[in-house]
């Protein structure tokens, strides 16, 4: 039977990602983890030949992955199957010496989970940084605003990608901190006592440390548990996709939005030389990269939910039920979140803006988007704030259904409002409002600014970050 892809890694996710988590790639780590062990070993006065060492490093490239299947289906224990493969291969049999099989698996699930976490933030900081350009080339183009979907006030293209920009940061900062603090199982045996360890180091408690730390500094990891049991805590895997889950939402929320003004031709994420819209409709330019970041980010929902259900839910010292869903939990919620940033940063490279089609939304809602304005200078001018208020609100509203009802061409809303001696405001009064207000996007651009003087600071402390290009998405 022909093997199944991975669509998440055959489809959406990068080569670097996929690399760290292939059955190739792990049985490697798992190799090097051994031969680290055993160098440890060795200087802690086991009696470890030189050539030993030597021969699992020369073999330690040479995976067959159709042997070791093959070796399961006898022994049916993937680990044994692997360590035969390894001994054999070397000529030797030196390996996992005191270790269980969750000495070897947890702690490179764990190490691919760390590289993959270095990747995932490096790449981030470039999705940063591009939003970052984004926002300081678009600090001057003024946007009606919605909320709930309904045109409210103005704003600007700048500061809308700084908003999503500022929900990054906050969780590249929460994920840096999650990284930092990283702390794996470590050696400790079969029910975490370290019994194994000790016994072969004639009761050395200090050997037994040493060899611990010396591992940690091979693999570059910050902190192993001390008192953990046979497995690592499942709420460490619930930790890092849940902040996988939060780099991808301001990124989901982004396109959510970009497809919304797709569909108003106010902008668009590109469309390239071939692209096809529709099999059958042939002028449809959909927004299918947006759409594909949704989607991926469903996916990291779904995964993150598999994640807290294994959470709190291991028995006492430790069990495997949570192997079927962690061997796809894993590796594919970085599989999910590279191809979402893949897909995020290719928009950024294609991302289109229609300047006619926005000047025109903006004169269309403008007098609209002016009545919380009018309403705070009617205040000022001695007008009681909810009279006020509900005067504004039937004249805005008779407008727009004067307007959706045709039966008038142009927005007549200040002109309704200087009629009304409740508002207090006269035509002059309104015009002025109208011309001093009218271009104001209150602070929009000064926390544009202040946003990508922050993303300066992430340049300087990722410098190869802002030259990553995505590849080729299909």
């Known amino acids: 039977m022909s093997n199944i892809p991975n669509v998440l890694a055959q489809r959406y996710a990068s080569h670097d990602i996929t690399s760290i988590w292939s059955e190739e790639g792990k049985i490697v780590l798992e190799r090097e983890f051994w031969i680290a062990v055993m160098k440890a070993q060795k200087e802690l006065g086991l009696d470890i030949p030189e050539e030993a060492i030597s021969a699992y490093e020369s073999v330690k490239g040479k995976v067959d992955t159709k042997s070791i299947a093959e070796r399961e289906r006898v022994t049916r224990h993937d680990v044994k199957a692997r360590i035969e493969e390894f001994c054999d291969l070397a000529g030797y049999e030196h390996i996992h010496k005191g270790m269980t099989s969750r000495d070897l698996t947890e702690n490179v699930e764990q190490l691919q989970v760390f590289l993959s976490l270095n990747l995932i933030i490096e790449k981030s900081v470039s999705a940063l940084i591009a939003i970052g350009e984004q926002a300081k080339k678009h600090s001057d183009i003024q946007l009606t605003a919605r909320t709930h979907n309904v045109a409210a006030q103005a704003t600007t293209l700048g500061k809308r990608f700084a908003m999503y920009g500022e929900e990054l940061e906050k969780a590249l900062r929460s994920t840096q901190f999650i990284l930092s603090e990283y702390t794996v199982r470590g050696l400790k045996g079969a029910v975490g006592t370290q019994m194994d360890t000790l016994t072969l180091f004639d009761g050395d408690e200090d050997k037994v440390a040493e060899l611990e730390a010396g591992i940690l500094k091979h693999l570059g990891l910050p902190y192993a548990a001390n008192a953990v049991g046979q497995v690592y805590p499942r709420s460490y895997d619930f930790e890092v996709i849940s902040s996988l889950f939060q780099l991808a939402s301001p990124m989901a929320s982004f396109a959510k939005t970009l497809r919304v003004m797709a569909g108003h031709e106010l902008a668009s994420e590109g469309f390239a030389k071939g692209q096809v819209g529709s099999s059958a409709m042939p002028h449809k330019m959909n927004s299918r990269t947006c759409e594909r970041i ?39 919620s970085f599989f999910a979140i590279d ?70 061409n142009e927005n007549d809303l200040l002109e309704k409002l200087a009629n009304d001696k409740r508002v207090g405001l006269n035509a002059d009064k309104l015009a002025e409002i109208l011309k001093e207000k009218g271009s104001s996007s209150g602070l929009a651009k000064p926390q544009t600014t202040k946003f990508c003087l922050s993303v300066e600071e992430w340049k300087q402390k990722f410098p190869k970050a802002g030259d990553y290009k995505p590849g080729k998405i299909l």
Not at 298 to 315: F, K, T
Not at 363 to 388: D, H, Q, W
């Open 294 to 332: 949704n989607g991926l980010q469903v996916i990291l929902g779904g995964y993150l939910n598999m994640a807290s259900n294994l959470s709190g839910d291991q028995w006492n010292e430790g069990d495997v039920s949570c192997s079927v869903v962690r061997r796809l939990m894993l590796p594919d």
């Open 339 to 408: 191809g979402l940033l893949e897909s995020f940063l290719t928009i950024m490279q294609q991302f289109e803006i229609y300047p006619s089609v926005i000047e025109k939304e903006n004169n269309y809602y403008l007098p609209f988007l002016l009545t919380t304005t009018i309403l705070m200078e009617a205040v000022k001018n001695g007008g009681g704030r909810e009279e006020v208020h509900k005067a504004i609100k039937e004249h805005a509203i008779a407008t727009v259904r004067d307007l959706r009802n045709g039966e008038i």
